[in-house]
């Protein structure tokens, strides 16, 4: 076993530099994982976007972002049975303190104490050839799975959140807003969970044509006309069961609740960039006795989101469209920051 490993560190405002930091060996209960494939999230965007000064302002002055990712087991802690070296993982970002309230009722996404990859003050992500971690958050991944797949379980769960927190169900017309990496999930998960018809909104057209490509019925480009006009029309004036909002942008939230028919269900999975528009009609949220379901990332999901990628029912590889090297970690960053109109999911390979 190396004794040192690359691991990709942001140090300043879009700035990533490549240095050599000791492998770490697994405690009790975690097991060493070599990474192979890391999904760039937009939580990862936005921290790389983070002023110098914040940055600075963690131990180190720098940070280890990503947090989708998976690998093989080369180290198996003490304590730790039913793994064997060469296992194929993906990795639950998550730890909660097992121990609170949230935690014993099973709901441990909203634990406060809650340890996640690259999340502020809790611990370094997984841009890094290893990662110990819990072997209990560390999922076995079927031979006809390969770790791209397995890396892409993570925004999936988000998306199978969502749309189980949303009551979708078979003979529903659904509208996505956003039509990016988790918009797509979202569109994939919303198909397997038996949904007759799916509208995604987005203002990139490259993103609306992958949307197509992975079943959407409808795809409307919000920037060249009324999402609520064209959803009209779609549904004979009906609207829609469930409007999910996976971009957090005020413009889309605030068509959600026009969109929804009365008794209907408004799902947000999107981070809220300010608070509600005063778009979004309280009144008419009121008067068509609307639902509105926050989705704070997820739960209990991963082994259900192995079990629909493995039988072919969400192809989530067809969602990545740029694989980048690891030595290239800072193009795929600026990629996707800079040619989103050409990008919907980079994913990095080590």
């Avoid at 879009?14 to 975690?30: L, S």
């Avoid at 169900?169 to 994939?188: E, R, Y």
């Avoid at 509600?276 to 704070?296: C, H, Q, S």
Wanted: proline share 5%; hydrophobic share 40%.
């Amino acid at each position: 076993m190396e004794q040192t490993m690359l691991a990709s560190f942001t140090v300043a405002h879009r700035t990533m530099q490549m240095d050599r930091i000791p492998v770490p060996q697994p405690a009790p209960g975690e097991l060493l994982v070599q990474i192979k494939h890391v999904g760039v999230c937009g939580s990862d965007l936005g921290s790389f976007c983070y002023t110098t000064e914040r940055i600075h302002s963690h131990a180190g002055g720098r940070r280890i972002l990503g947090h989708e990712a998976a690998g093989y087991v080369v180290a198996i802690g003490e304590g730790v049975a039913g793994y064997e070296l060469g296992d194929k993982v993906a990795l639950e970002p998550s730890a909660g303190c097992g121990k609170c309230e949230f935690c014993n009722r099973g709901l441990y996404n909203l634990c406060k104490g809650i340890r996640f990859f690259a999340a502020s003050g809790q611990r370094d992500g997984v841009l890094r050839e290893y990662v110990a971690h819990p072997a209990n958050l560390c999922f076995k991944l079927p031979d006809n799975m390969t770790t791209l797949q397995g890396a892409l379980v993570e925004p999936l769960a988000v998306a199978l959140h969502g749309t189980e927190l949303g009551g979708a169900a078979l003979g529903m017309d659904a509208v996505v807003f956003g039509a990016g990496c988790i918009g797509l999930m979202t569109l994939l998960a919303l198909k397997a969970r038996g949904v007759s018809r799916v509208a995604v909104c987005d203002v990139v057209d490259i993103r609306l044509e992958k949307a197509k490509e992975l079943g959407a019925d409808l795809v409307i480009n919000s920037r060249n006309e009324s999402a609520l006009e064209a959803v009209k029309a779609w549904t004979n004036g009906r609207l829609a069961d469930l409007v999910i909002d996976c971009t957090g942008n005020p413009i889309a939230l605030g068509q959600t609740v026009a969109l929804t028919m009365p008794a209907g269900t408004i799902v947000m999975i999107g981070n809220p960039s300010g608070p509600m528009p005063e778009a979004f009609d309280l009144r008419e949220f009121n008067n068509k006795e609307l639902t509105l379901k926050g989705v704070f990332r997820y739960r209990n999901k991963y082994p259900i989101a192995i079990q629909a990628i493995a039988s072919g029912s969400i192809p989530v590889e067809k969602v990545a469209d740029a694989i980048y090297p690891f030595e290239k970690t800072q193009q795929a960053f600026d990629d996707s920051i800079d040619r989103k109109d050409q990008i919907c999911k980079a994913v990095i390979e080590l």
